[in-house]
């Protein structure tokens, strides 16, 4: 079946810091893979996807590769803020009818961002 | 626009005892997730509604839970005999469609249930 492992937590930085949150899959076929973002006291968030091989997603100076060669979907971002402490969470979306979209997630990176 | 909501925020029950959590997805979306989010893991899929019928059932983890809508909008997830390892964050989560073509899903807030 699908997986999806996620580099253990927690991260702590310091603002401005390089962040990189490491993320690889095992699933059938060609998945789209996904970022969200879940911040203290609020709902699951996209944070940004992609649908194919090579396609890189992005979205509020966050990264990641969709590298299928490594069956991996890293989130980078260059340079860290306090506002970006949450649970980062990597999942991924089977492709074919039969999955109907349903999404298997990782068990979720907390990330603390210091002044 | 209104988001996903889900109520109650917060829910006791003791062991044994039948619970009902509630999903309201986002107006027109016609498709509809339950996942389950036990502490320190992500969330695991239950069930999947496309319209009113249960399309994918394949994460509920016994008879004691079931899941309805309906009227193809609210969603009722019910959980009979409650055991202390039902304890978690229920999720609901809709799309403007289901099915094989990529839709996102938008999150409510979740519902957080401790059985004790």
């Known amino acids: 079946g699908n997986s999806v492992t996620q580099m253990e937590g927690p991260v702590t930085l310091s603002e401005e810091a390089f962040l990189t949150i490491n993320c690889t899959y095992t699933?059938?076929?060609?998945?789209?893979l996904f970022w969200y973002v879940q911040y203290p006291g609020e709902g699951l968030q996209l944070l940004l996807k992609?649908?194919?091989?090579?396609d890189k997603g992005s979205n509020k100076g966050f990264e990641a590769t969709y590298r299928k060669e490594t069956t991996s979907f890293h989130l980078e971002k260059g340079s860290v803020q306090v506002s970006d402490s949450a649970v980062y969470f990597c999942?991924?979306?089977?492709?074919?009818?039969?999955?109907?979209?349903?999404?298997?997630f990782g068990q979720g990176t907390i990330l603390t961002v210091h002044p | 626009g209104a988001g996903v909501s889900q109520t109650p925020s917060n829910k006791v029950t003791e062991k044994g005892k039948y619970v009902e959590l509630r999903c309201d997805p986002i107006s027109g979306h016609t498709a509809l997730y339950w996942y389950r989010q036990s502490l320190g893991q992500g969330p695991e899929f239950l069930i999947y509604?496309?319209?009113?019928?249960?399309?994918?059932d394949s994460g509920l983890p016994n008879d004691r839970f079931f899941a309805v809508r309906p009227e193809g909008s609210v969603s009722t997830l019910k959980i009979q005999r409650t055991e202390r390892g039902d304890s978690a964050v229920y999720l609901c989560?809709?799309?403007?469609?289901?099915?094989?073509?990529?839709?996102?899903?938008?999150f409510g807030p979740g519902t957080r249930l401790t059985v004790l």
């Open positions: 989560a809709s799309s403007p469609k289901g099915g094989s073509s990529y839709n996102e899903q938008f």
């Open positions: 999942a991924l979306r089977s492709a074919g009818g039969t999955s109907y979209g349903k999404l298997t």
């Open positions: 992609a649908t194919k091989a090579d």
């Open positions: 509604f496309q319209g009113t019928g249960a399309a994918d």
């Open positions: 699933a059938t076929g060609y998945p789209s």
